[in-house]
């Protein structure tokens, strides 16, 4: 069975798989490894690398060790199922993919934020949402608690949905573990902070290398799931073209962006981290506040873009085989 039929019916699983089981906890999770591998490496450079050009080469090194090391590790052990039988490596892509898409587990977190304010549990939401951001909760109103919700979500159709189909069509389940590597790395590294600065530098510089395409591939989805579902998807355009780089990170906006367009909500503004107030840009400054509704459209806009996400990767696998036959 060649490789482009085993890449295309795996990933097509691999995504059913994902909006049928969501990631069950007590499942073994490569990138639940990696956090691993990559906390490790923290803790052996904070031992015996110290000064910032130090940090600064250990937070390349665990880079390559852990994202090359995984995706090497990755590639190893699916060609060699393949040569014992295509099942086998058919069976490990599958699983491989799946581990690195997130529709069914962001949706399931979200929906748990909206059940809490449902029931008027402010306390509970901010619990909830707490699991999504990394920004201070327990002071939040309930408009804060649904912009969080929000923010995180379709930011995370960028890095949890799009970017690993992007990445599993142009390289497989190698690169595509390779990029959710680099990308787990970010958000346990990446932070602009004293400690962080030097150790997390190459890991938050790869992330955006990484990311460039595919935010903007997702911005574009969202537009096209926002006009499949009645939304202003003019609105989405317009702002995403006004404000796609309304944000410290240049990818994070572009999600961002097309999103509060679409569904017409006010984002960014005053955020906690660590008890530091942080302004953030307003994206889409006209838009209203968002309210408990959002959390029920949102979710049905996030899913359809993620469908629509992995109908560019059928294609891509398919258009690459094209080109490259």
């Not at 590597?181 to 962080?196: F, H």
């Amino acid at each position: 069975m060649e490789l482009i039929y085993i890449n295309t019916f795996a990933l097509a699983l691999a995504y059913t798989l994902d909006l049928a089981i969501g990631d069950p906890q007590n499942w073994p999770h490569p990138v639940r490894i990696i956090g691993r591998a990559i906390l490790f490496g923290e803790q052996f450079a904070r031992q015996h690398f110290h000064g910032a050009k130090a940090e600064g080469f250990a937070g390349a090194a665990i880079v390559i060790l852990v994202a090359g090391g995984s995706s090497f590790l990755v590639w190893f052990v699916v060609n060699s199922a393949y040569h014992l039988h295509f099942l086998c490596s058919f069976i490990l892509t599958i699983y491989f993919f799946y581990a690195m898409i997130a529709v069914q587990d962001m949706a399931f977190h979200v929906q748990k934020v909206q059940e809490a304010l449902a029931k008027k549990d402010l306390p509970l939401a901010r619990n909830k949402v707490g699991l999504l951001v990394s920004r201070d909760t327990a002071d939040l109103s309930e408009t804060e608690i649904i912009r969080a919700a929000l923010e995180s979500l379709f930011e995370s159709a960028a890095d949890g949905v799009v970017a690993p189909l992007f990445y599993a069509a142009l390289g497989g389940p190698a690169l595509a573990v390779f990029y959710k590597a680099v990308n787990t790395m970010d958000s346990m590294l990446g932070y602009k902070t004293a400690r962080y600065r030097y150790l997390g530098w190459a890991a938050a510089r790869l992330d955006d290398v990484l990311n460039f395409i595919p935010a903007r591939l997702t911005a574009i989805i969202i537009i096209i799931a926002g006009r499949l579902s009645g939304l202003d998807w003019k609105k989405g355009w317009g702002i995403l073209l006004k404000d796609k780089n309304k944000h410290e990170s240049p990818n994070s906006a572009w999600p961002e962006a097309a999103a509060a367009g679409v569904l017409g909500v006010r984002l960014g503004g005053i955020d906690m981290h660590q008890g530091k107030q942080i302004q953030r840009p307003v994206i889409n400054e006209e838009g209203r506040a968002p309210f408990y509704e959002d959390l029920l459209a949102a979710p049905a806009l996030f899913k359809k873009a993620s469908f629509l996400g992995l109908l560019m990767a059928l294609l891509m696998i398919l258009a690459k085989n094209f080109f490259l036959a």
